[in-house]
């Protein structure tokens, strides 16, 4: 392995392959290696550099192979063939150079189109193809392993395919494990047999790729690598015209003579697959068809690892970067992991790994690239902060995790009130290192850095869930605000703090702080994200439920990376009754901001009602690491006790703790279990938690079902039905907790709670109605 700079080098640039190629950005990683965009320094010329995996070139004979084939590709000459150049080693490492071709990936056009390809376009596309397989098959090279991968298209309509002559040299690599070397879904008959393969293989390819391209789907499909590979061996060529009847009778006759089952019975050169296609009529003014519609998001956006990474999108894990400096500064390294986690997941081209993963991965092991691996990514960024005086001095570095090739390194001293153009800058070579255009204004940021610096202490002191924190959090908000009283961001923010405020307060605070910032933040920036979620906060809390749900699901859909979003979409999800879309949208939650437990909480929650208490036990296996969420996870940890009638537990607990430990949050919970006057103590301090703030309704609705907990839990009918339905006057939605609480049982044959279940459930609808669930 390569040596890799020290984070602290003044002066660190990237790597210099050989002492002549200069890595200038990863273009993409491959079952081959990795493939950099270099500079030849010699020649001054760019050209694409491939390293390659180890395991390929490990001894003598394997390189050897590689050589040969190298030199017969470096035989093809063609417009439509990108060309091989010649093969080095830097550090033990192997590589290939070849053209660089400034295009995109046949792959990547497929999946971006929304229509189909016109007949005109696929028989542009296919005859460039052929044009340069029949030069490669001339001078002796079979490709192998072509695919839409390894097609380019370049701005300029050149058509060109890569890595001829590679594929041989793998396959040698892996004869002594009899593995056969190409992609299943292009793959020849006579290559998943093991067979002598020929020219032919490729024309076999070449019709796949036709079928690809007029049908907008891969001609061979499976739940496994084995059962793609295997239907050719068993079926015979598909018909085009069975997925798009609109396929010419001659394009699909084309595909499946390329498609035969034996090498024979398939044209016996690319120039005939030529002449087949120059034959085929053209409408005059072809109309591109539409291709099947891709999945809309309806009740989510798309999250990183919920859907489909697009083909030629790099992955990117962000580790958090260390605090050299004092504790009390530990806030300037998370603003600055989370600032450059959000600037990049808006980038198109890039995946960025959720924090609460890499920081999972981190913990297993301390090496960035075997962090990278665990991950799936192709690079890692890490860094240090450092506060010096009115100075801050941020370290940075990107690194190739197939080989551990530094792409870019740098170390700023900066002023305090810089530390946003700091992000910028490593963001921008970034973007840069991975050959990623950046788009311009393609972020919301609040550009005063005193201000952002307030903003960034008061969120972290918002997501500590006490009064004492919500409180410094609102003085901090309310000090940018002070800067910058128009900044909807910062206003979002201080709405939410208002809110806890009053939610954690007995009555003596008035909710009209929090609707005012909440509804200004909207008049300033209906698009933002965080202004949406403030607003659906607020309205949930005071009662307007559906127009709180189009709120949060509209703060889900423009910010896919805003982790309160999705936690409060969940949370009402699960109320609901939408288990599993509520911890798909919690684990994504806890995946971008993982030191808040509060969205574990909730899971623990909707996996208990769902029937799996040992999943809820192993979320709540352990106290939270920061204190000031002790009250969350106490509060929920004592309910799904009650829940369960867990007597042993409940003592076991309250002998540990002692009266003022860390469970005293939900300590009169259990105690009423067994205790008549903590029982008596508990109704009481119910009652005045739900009387206080008469308008927050949500709040009121959960202190009624608690109550209503307590009195079916000691056998009260009546008085649970009367706390029903209080909770079912302040708007009551919790639908999953109606139909699935075990303690609810004795209740289910009342005439009283089935009518009352009956309005439950009618807004719950409602409510997923407005937030796009089924």
């Not at 016996?268 to 120059?278: C, G, I, K, N, R």
């Not at 530390?419 to 393609?442: H, M, Q, T, W, Y």
């Not at 982790?563 to 971008?592: F, N, Q």
């Not at 289910?748 to 609808?765: D, H, I, M, W």
Request: glycine share 8%.
């Amino acid at each position: 392995m390569t040596a890799v700079a020290p984070l602290n080098e003044e002066h660190a640039v990237a790597e210099v392959l050989a002492g002549r190629y200069e890595l200038l950005g990863l273009v993409g990683t491959g079952g081959m290696g990795s493939v950099y965009r270099a500079r030849d320094l010699e020649l001054d010329e760019v050209v694409a550099l491939k390293v390659l995996r180890r395991e390929l070139v490990n001894t003598p004979e394997m390189l050897a192979r590689f050589r040969q084939e190298v030199k017969l590709a470096r035989r093809v000459t063609h417009v439509n063939v990108a060309r091989t150049f010649d093969i080095g080693e830097h550090h033990g490492e192997k590589f290939l150079t070849m053209e660089f071709i400034d295009g995109t990936s046949l792959a990547e056009l497929l999946y971006e189109r929304e229509e189909l390809f016109p007949l005109s376009r696929v028989v542009d596309i296919g005859l460039a193809i052929c044009a340069g397989l029949e030069a490669a098959h001339r001078a002796g090279v079979v490709h192998r392993d072509l695919k839409p991968d390894n097609v380019l298209v370049t701005k300029d309509d050149r058509v060109a395919i890569t890595d001829f002559g590679i594929a041989r040299a793998v396959l040698s690599a892996h004869v002594t494990m009899g593995a056969p070397v190409g992609t299943p879904a292009y793959m020849a008959p006579e290559q998943v047999e093991g067979l002598t393969v020929d020219h032919r293989a490729d024309l076999y390819a070449l019709g796949e790729i036709l079928y690809e391209l007029l049908t907008g789907v891969t001609a061979w499909s499976g739940e496994s690598i084995f059962q793609v590979a295997a239907q050719r061996l068993l079926k015979p060529p598909p018909d085009p015209r069975a997925h798009r009847q609109t396929v010419p009778i001659g394009a699909a006759q084309i595909v499946m003579r390329c498609m035969a089952r034996k090498p024979e019975d398939r044209y016996a050169s690319a120039t005939e697959v030529a002449t087949a296609l120059s034959t085929l009529t053209i409408p005059v003014a072809p109309a591109a068809p539409p291709r099947a519609p891709k999945p809309q998001p309806a009740a989510r956006p798309s999250m990183p690892g919920l859907l489909e990474t697009p083909p030629g999108d790099k992955k990117v894990a962000v580790l958090p970067f260390q605090n050299g400096g004092r504790p009390e500064d530990e806030y300037l390294a998370s603003g600055l992991t989370e600032d450059l986690i959000d600037t990049l997941s808006v980038m198109d081209g890039i995946r960025v790994r959720p924090l609460g993963a890499v920081i999972s991965a981190r913990g297993r092991s301390s090496d960035s690239r075997e962090v990278g691996r665990e991950l799936g990514v192709q690079v890692v960024v890490e860094g240090s902060l450092r506060r010096i005086g009115d100075m801050l001095r941020v370290s940075a570095r990107i690194v190739s995790v197939g080989d551990g090739f530094q792409l870019w390194a740098s170390r700023f001293e900066r002023p305090e009130a810089d530390f946003l153009k700091v992000g910028d800058e490593i963001a921008c070579a970034i973007s840069r290192a991975l050959s990623i255009e950046r788009p311009e204004g393609n972020r919301q940021t609040i550009e005063d850095p005193v201000a952002y610096d307030l903003y960034l202490r008061a969120r972290h002191e918002l997501h500590r869930y006490s009064p004492e924190t919500t409180q410094r959090a609102i003085e901090l908000f309310q000090q940018a605000l002070e800067r910058r009283p128009d900044d909807a961001t910062i206003l979002s923010g201080y709405a939410l703090a208002r809110l806890k405020e009053y939610l954690y307060s007995d009555g003596e605070v008035s909710g009209d702080a929090t609707r005012l910032a909440a509804e200004r933040a909207i008049a300033l920036a209906p698009d933002l994200a965080e202004a949406r979620l403030a607003a659906g906060c607020v309205a949930f809390a005071f009662g307007d439920s559906e127009r709180g749900a189009h709120d949060i699901r509209d703060a889900v859909r423009s910010g896919k990376r805003l982790a309160d979003a999705h936690d409060m979409y969940g949370r009402i999800a699960v109320e609901c009754d939408r288990i599993d879309t509520a911890l798909e949208h919690l684990s994504a939650a806890l995946s971008i901001e993982p030191r808040t437990f509060v969205s574990r909480g909730e899971m623990a929650r909707a996996y208990e009602l769902s029937g799996k208490p040992q999943i809820a036990d192993e979320l709540l296996a352990a106290l939270p690491p920061d204190p000031q969420t002790h009250v969350v996870y106490w509060l929920v940890r004592a309910r799904i006790i009650f829940w369960r009638r867990d007597y042993a537990t409940a003592r076991a607990l309250l002998a540990d703790e002692g009266p003022t430990g860390p469970i005293f949050p939900g300590r009169g919970i259990l105690m009423s279990m067994e205790d008549d006057k903590a029982f008596d103590e508990q109704l009481e301090f119910l009652d005045a938690r739900a009387r206080a703030g008469s308008g927050a309704l949500r709040r009121t609705a959960m202190f009624r079902q608690i109550k209503a907990e307590v009195l079916c839990f000691r056998g009260d009918e009546d008085g649970a039905l009367a706390a029903l339905a209080d909770a079912d006057r302040a708007g009551l939605f919790d639908i999953a907790w109606c139909n699935r609480c075990p303690l609810l049982d004795p209740l289910r044959k009342r005439p009283e709670f089935q009518e009352l279940v009956f309005r439950v459930g009618e807004r719950a609808a409602k409510v997923r109605a407005a937030m796009g669930l089924t």
